[in-house]
């Protein structure tokens, strides 16, 4: 190898630039956000179920699962996650229901909080699908495909809320090896993604407008129109903010006249099936991404020490008898 | 009688060594990073509790990446310059592996072979591609996660998936491995060669009469 020593240098340089050059030019917030105004939500209490519920349920019936019976247990385990007979509960996250109102009484006020999938701005479910049927969408949207879900439930334990929800006996794993892996398919809110793509607004923010008017609870629109405007009336009405700085930002922001620890403290206390934790830290970003950027300088690191030992070291292979 | 001959080099066995602990660690916490463990009990083995994390498995499989990536790209750059390229298959190795593999299962003689082995060719490019295709997507993740670079969701899923069946095609080879190495009795003076660096002269002269050759040449 003949490498003349600028030859060398240009090498080295061309490493150590790839390897420091900044590059959060890159990083994808996504497009829109939503406002969620808990003030104004009174949980459609006059009528049977809540509009947005309801709209969303509609909206994505198409989708829901139908699994085949009897559904197999997850072996070695004797359980499995089957919602198909309580399609009709709205009460809770569920296969069959991706928003769903959360009633908490706090000092003596009752709050109606629409609960679904924050859209994070550094989704861990995204990041921790080993089999990529989770991605984020430009629009900021956090999407499951459903034909390609193993149904392992890892996006749940990983969500700082463990929204995903599971249904067994449908999707992909029963054509592998049904008894031994895999457990489903998970469904979430994907923000109505054919809506939002079709330039059109979710379900749920449609149906809530219907309803109330000006004094709509949702409102969707450019990420940083709904980040300023949370901003604008936290300040000017004394309200309280979640969603912005949660798991590293999220693209659902609420706004609340009671601050979000005591509605944290309330859920906590009601041991709640949902939570709403004030302090989310994001962990991808904060312990699991330096840890890459360890394994990209060891790369260089390798690449460099193999050019510098090649180019010191002599070919020899005359030692080889004793 | 009783002379040794010089087989790996200790560069070459620090290489293996590194490749092949790290690589242990990245397939344990790898197959960790599956939605698997919980389900199998393993995380209520005693000790075993902390892999019900999926966080506290991804980083201990980061930090295993720490060695294998540096010991892998060493090992290319370094044998690439030093153009040390007689790991790589040559005309009629495969032929000569079957046979070879066959041998190992007591069906004819073994082909006379050079220092390496047909089959051992054959599969250092099996195991070195899969390496390769695990290693790039690997790095890619985890550009993605520093978000340093974007490609769209369909190549991000693409990707994610490519790393998850290269893994399993990595575990896989990585017990054939084994396998080979464990199970076949002629193979065990390399394992020890592997340690210490050395084989005997007489292991040389049956198993590798090509090499012999060069090297008796080389000493008159």
Known sequence: ?322 | MGRKIKRYGAIVRLEHWMVALSGIMLIFTGLGCLPLFKRYYITELPGFKWTANFYTVTKLHYIFAIFFVFAVLFHIFYHGLRRDFSLLPKKGDFIASLKMILASFGLGKEPPADKWLPEQRWAYVGIGFTTLIVLLTGIIKVLKNLEWIYFGPKVESTINLLHTISGGLFILLFFIHIFFVLAVKSNWPLLKAMLTGYVDEEYVKHRHPLWYERLRKRLQ
């Not at chain 1, 240098?9 to 490493?15: P, R």
């Not at chain 1, 067994?168 to 994907?190: R, S, T």
């Not at chain 1, 949702?218 to 009336?233: D, L, Q």
């Not at chain 1, 840890?291 to 090649?310: D, F, K, R």
């Open chain 1, 1 to 322: 190898m003949n490498l003349s020593r600028r030859q060398f240098f240009k090498v080295l340089s061309g490493i150590a630039a790839l390897a420091l050059s900044p590059k959060d030019g890159l990083s994808y917030k996504g497009k829109f956000a939503t406002l969620i105004d808990i003030t104004r939500c009174d949980g459609c209490n006059d009528e049977p179920i809540p509009r947005c519920v309801k709209a969303c349920r509609e909206e994505n019936k198409h989708r829901f699962p139908e699994p085949k019976k009897p559904i197999m247990p997850y072996w070695p385990r004797k359980t499995y996650e089957d919602w198909s007979d309580k399609r009709d509960k709205i009460d809770t996250l569920t296969p069959y229901n991706w928003l769903f109102i959360q009633k908490v009484e706090i000092e003596g006020k009752t709050l109606y909080i629409p609960r679904r999938c924050m859209h994070c701005d550094t989704p861990p479910c995204v990041k921790g699908c080993p089999f990529g049927a989770l991605s984020k969408q430009p629009e900021g949207n956090t999407v499951i495909d459903h034909s390609i879900c193993f149904g392992g439930a890892k996006c749940r334990d990983i969500c700082p809320w463990h929204i995903p929800q599971r249904q067994a006996g449908v999707g992909i794993y029963l054509k592998l090896m049904p008894k031994f892996a895999g457990g489903g398919v998970m469904y979430k809110c994907d923000l109505c993604d054919a809506r939002i793509k079709r330039g059109e607004e979710p379900a749920c923010v449609i149906a809530c407008r219907e309803r109330l008017k000006d004094r709509t609870v949702y409102k969707f629109g450019h990420r940083e129109e709904i980040y300023a405007e949370a901003r604008r009336r936290a300040e000017k009405e004394g309200l309280y903010i979640y969603g912005d700085t949660q798991n590293g930002g999220t693209s659902t922001l609420y706004l609340s006249a009671i601050s979000f620890e005591k509605i944290e403290a309330k859920l906590k206390e009601l041991k709640a099936r949902f939570q709403m934790p004030v302090k989310v830290r994001n962990l991808y970003k904060e312990e699991i991404n330096p840890l890459g950027v360890a394994v990209l300088s060891a790369g260089a690191m390798g690449i460099l020490t193999g050019v510098v030992g090649a180019l010191a070291g002599k070919k020899q292979d005359d030692k080889e008898v004793l």
